[in-house]
């Protein structure tokens, strides 16, 4: 009689356990995910299909869950960076083009003339690749002039390569840069460059969403991804890290993210900073160097300086403070005529995204 009650409650816990399995959510099909982005993009984007079918091969491709706020996130960006424009056209480029190209002469000490007349060269097309450049529409376009050009000279890349005037491009206006590190994995095959990829829609969603999404956060909002978007990967937790060291060292800083000067063993301001508090810390200054080259990853966050450093900033002012900052940086580029912010543009695409959100309902 015992061995039958003891394989009945067996058999009990074993349908007890069954009864609270979670369930397996559903795959979610290509179609519905694009269907959804279609639903979701503005009335007038133009090639709808089109834009899904890249934004949904480009999350497929990096395992990136279609969610709502994930497609928002997206698409708030790509409307606030191009207005879906694969190629956008810049208003005055030709003017912008001359002058950031001047200013890239001086810093590498080649005389404006030897500039000049190297670009008097007739190009492919018969016209010259300074009328080229006077009639620049794009940033695409006045990217293909350099590569055309940097290929027709003789010792074009080691004189003119760093003249290249365009670091950005692309619907989401990703980093050029940034596009040539985490290239790896990119699904497309490249005919060209990774550069002439990120001007092309496919590559500019897919690296746009790599810098976008591509990253693990504790952010509570979106809000906070948009200015990393701007400023950098971790610049939002990086910037309330900053303001917490402010807080208790007394030392005023800069909330831009930038925590430490990558490539340069000399210390910056924030470093600085944090070795004033060495002491209160109970950490070396080479301690203090190594748990800030963690800045640029979500590692920072379990490391001794910064939890020892939210801890001392709490007990200073007696309340919780936040670990996510907008950055205060002021916008540079040769495109941009007013003063702008890092919070102004994560503002920007935050309303587009709570407006996506509403419609996503």
């Not at 009990?12 to 609270?20: F, H, I």
């Not at 897919?206 to 990253?215: A, D, K, P, S, W």
């Not at 403070?321 to 005529?337: A, D, F, W």
Request: proline content about 6%.
């Amino acid at each position: 009689m015992q061995k039958y009650r003891i394989l009945s409650l067996m058999a009990l816990l074993v349908l007890a356990g069954c009864s609270t399995k979670t369930p397996e959510k559903p795959a979610v099909r290509p179609a519905d995910v694009k269907a959804q982005i279609v639903k979701l993009m503005p009335a007038k984007v133009g090639d709808r299909q089109g834009w899904a079918v890249d934004i949904t091969a480009a999350l497929a491709a990096q395992g990136i869950e279609p969610s709502k706020e994930n497609l928002c996130s997206v698409l708030a960006v790509t409307e606030q960076e191009s207005g879906f424009q694969a190629d956008p056209q810049v208003p005055g480029l030709a003017r912008i083009a001359w002058k950031e190209i001047d200013r890239r002469a001086d810093q590498l000490h080649i005389p404006h003339f030897v500039v000049r007349t190297a670009l008097l060269i007739k190009s492919p097309n018969g016209k010259s690749y300074s009328e080229r450049l006077d009639n620049v529409r794009s940033e695409k376009q006045l990217s293909a002039i350099f590569d055309d050009f940097i290929n027709m000279v003789p010792m074009g890349q080691k004189l003119f390569g760093s003249l290249n005037p365009v670091r950005t491009g692309g619907p989401m206006q990703v980093s050029i840069a940034f596009a040539e590190v985490h290239a790896k994995g990119y699904p497309y095959p490249i005919t060209g460059s990774i550069r002439q990829e990120v001007f092309s829609r496919r590559g500019g969603m897919y690296f746009g969403i790599v810098h976008l999404l591509g990253y693990p956060a504790n952010y509570p909002q979106p809000i906070y991804r948009f200015a990393d978007f701007n400023a950098g990967w971790y610049a939002s937790r990086n910037a309330a890290f900053q303001s917490a060291v402010s807080r208790v060292s007394g030392i005023p800083l800069a909330l831009d993210g930038d925590v430490i000067n990558y490539g340069n063993d000399k210390p910056g301001s924030t470093e600085l900073a944090v070795r004033a508090l060495g002491k209160r810390l109970d950490m070396s200054n080479a301690a203090i160097r190594s748990a800030l080259e963690k800045g640029d990853s979500l590692e920072f966050e379990k490391t001794g300086l910064y939890q020892r450093v939210f801890a001392l900033a709490e007990k200073t002012t007696g309340k919780t403070l936040p670990r996510e900052v907008l950055p205060g940086i002021q916008l540079e580029s040769p495109k941009i005529t007013r003063k702008l912010t890092t919070a102004w543009f994560a503002k920007r695409v935050d309303e587009r995204y709570q407006r996506c959100m509403m419609k996503a309902q």
